[in-house]
């Protein structure tokens, strides 16, 4: 498809299949609804953690992953395995600087 005013060639759009696309799983049969969460779980899961995450750097680096990695449809931008390899280190930050935070609570109140 061509631009009437540059000419620049564009993609067509397509319909959106993202996460904010309302679908009523009611009525889908086993095979689709498989096919829904799977296609919606990373996205699905990034959104509970930026909801749960109280920690600012790690927070942020959540908020660049959901940029570098989805449309705002909430279709995936790179490959699934790239995301959970991306998200996964960070949930292991985050273990890391709870971890850290519980010890310095533990040594505070232990020289109390």
Do not use: N
């Amino acid at each position: 498809m061509k631009c009437p005013t540059c000419g620049h060639v564009t993609r067509p759009r397509t319909q959106s299949t993202g996460a904010d696309a309302p679908v009523d799983l009611a009525t889908l049969s086993d095979a689709a609804l498989y096919a829904h969460y799977k296609r919606t779980a990373p996205f699905e899961d990034l959104a509970f953690w930026l909801r749960t995450i109280t920690v600012p750097a790690i927070r942020a680096a959540l908020v660049d992953l959901r940029v570098a990695a989805f449309t705002p449809d909430g279709d995936l931008l790179i490959p699934r395995a790239e995301f959970y390899r991306r998200f996964t280190r960070l949930q292991a930050a985050w273990r890391g600087a709870i971890t850290a935070r519980e010890q310095a609570e533990r040594l505070d109140k232990a020289a109390a």
